[in-house]
């Protein structure tokens, strides 16, 4: 059963069997892991950190950062959780998953503050696609008050 949505508990550690549904997140152990989205069982679990996956919570709600791309598994889901929805993603080719794979070893290995390993202001990450480009004093703006 593919999900809409997923919940989420806040755990010291993890459970020894996931629930569906339910996106469990360990401060203490910087990851998180949920049943993959698509319901084919399949655990997936997500380290926390400025170079793999970010969590941004609201009060109420969780959303992640970057997609969830499951490619080593037999459903190659793609997915993003934006405040506890399922948005489903564009699969992906061979080529593109060498190429975000080699992508983010590069990153890793990389310098720390390189742009490529920079964490994006929440309003990069929360900025809808759709979006207006900022005319000339919107950028002012923004470049002041960065």
């Not at 709600?61 to 997609?67: D, F, G, L, Q, R």
């Not at 499951?70 to 997915?79: E, F, I, N, T, V």
Request: proline share 7%; hydrophobic share 35%.
């Amino acid at each position: 059963m593919t999900h809409e949505r997923l919940d989420h508990r806040f755990v010291e550690s993890f459970p020894e069997r996931l629930q569906e549904g339910i996106l469990y997140i360990s401060t203490e152990y910087a990851s998180m892991t949920h049943l993959c989205a698509c319901g084919c069982g399949s655990e997936v679990v997500t380290p926390l950190s400025p170079l793999d996956w970010r969590f941004m919570f609201d009060g109420q709600t969780i959303s992640v950062h970057p997609s969830i791309g499951s490619w080593s598994l037999p459903c190659r889901s793609h997915y993003i959780i934006r405040h506890n929805q399922i948005h489903w993603a564009e699969d992906w080719s061979d080529e593109q998953i060498a190429a975000g794979r080699t992508n983010d070893l590069a990153a890793k290995r990389g310098p720390v503050n390189s742009p490529a390993s920079r964490t994006p202001d929440v309003a990069e990450v929360e900025q809808p696609r759709d979006s207006k480009p900022l005319g000339f004093f919107g950028r002012v703006k923004k470049w002041i008050f960065r």
